[in-house]
T-cell receptor, first 112, second 112 residues
Framework: NAGVTQTPKFQVLKTGQSMTLQCAQDMNHNSMYWYRQDPGMGLRLIYY???????DKGEVPNGYNVSRLNKREFSLRLESAAPSQTSVYFC???????????FGEGSRLTVL | QKEVEQNSGPLSVPEGAIASLNCTYSDRGSQSFFWYRQYSGKSPELIMS??SNGDKEDGRFTAQLNKASQYVSLLIRDSQPSDSATYLCAVNSPSGNYQLIWGAGTKLIIKP
């Protein structure tokens, strides 16, 4: 049982480059989330998808786009990366009954 | 602004002692409360969820919820060096659909 799988685990970009972080869950959860975590700042919500076909902005959506491809997959795209987007990104999915979130292993992104 | 407050620590506890972690929240409408453990460089891992006033025990862990005072705590009995991690408190946001509000975390150090 893989749970939540994120790729890539590490990525280095130059300013202005684009990339997509991929996330897939095999727990049949409706809701999925993208967070970023910076030292001393805790988890900040970028975007979430309450169900297949819907996406909504979180606390820090600027510079990002998302796609809920199907029930399993939720991708995060950086169209023109900036050094301020250097961070660790976590994808999570939510168990509907309990509200518990389950996280992927994280993607460490460095923008030079 | 809905908030979840935690003491950032570090909280240093001798091995074998009880570690007590506290969290306060501002939204009286919150109904679901979660404790996550995060090891350095790893993703958050769910330890406990609690929904009703009182205590909930799971092995060495006890979560305590007091909705009247708007606090939730986590007790770790017989603390082990492997319990050294950052502990994140999360609370559901009744007004923020499907979202959790996160504390910044308390760093716990268990000294052998």
């Amino acid at each position: 049982n893989a749970g939540v799988t994120q790729t890539p685990k590490f990525q280095v970009l130059k300013t202005g480059q684009s990339m997509t972080l991929q996330c897939a869950q095999d727990m049949n959860h409706n809701s999925m989330y993208w967070y970023r975590q910076d030292p001393g700042m805790g988890l900040r919500l970028i975007y979430y998808s309450a169900s297949e076909g819907t996406t909504d902005k979180g606390e820090v959506p600027n510079g990002y786009n998302v796609s809920r491809l199907n029930k399993r997959e939720f991708s995060l795209r950086l169209e023109s990366a900036a050094p301020s987007q250097t961070s660790v990104y976590f994808c999570a999915s939510r168990e509907q009954g309990t509200g518990e979130l389950f996280f992927g292993e994280g993607s460490r992104l460095t923008v030079l | 602004q809905k908030e979840v407050e935690q003491n950032s620590g570090p909280l240093s506890v001798p091995e074998g002692a009880i570690a007590s972690l506290n969290c306060t929240y501002s939204d009286r409408g919150s109904q679901s409360f979660f404790w996550y453990r995060q090891y350095s460089g790893k993703s958050p891992e769910l330890i406990m969820s609690i929904y009703s006033n009182g205590d909930k025990e799971d092995g060495r862990f006890t979560a305590q919820l007091n909705k009247a005072s708007q606090y939730v705590s986590l007790l770790i009995r017989d603390s082990q060096p492997s319990d050294s991690a950052t502990y994140l408190c999360a609370v559901n946001s009744p007004s923020g659909n499907y979202q959790l509000i996160w504390g910044a975390g308390t760093k716990l150090i268990i000294k052998p």
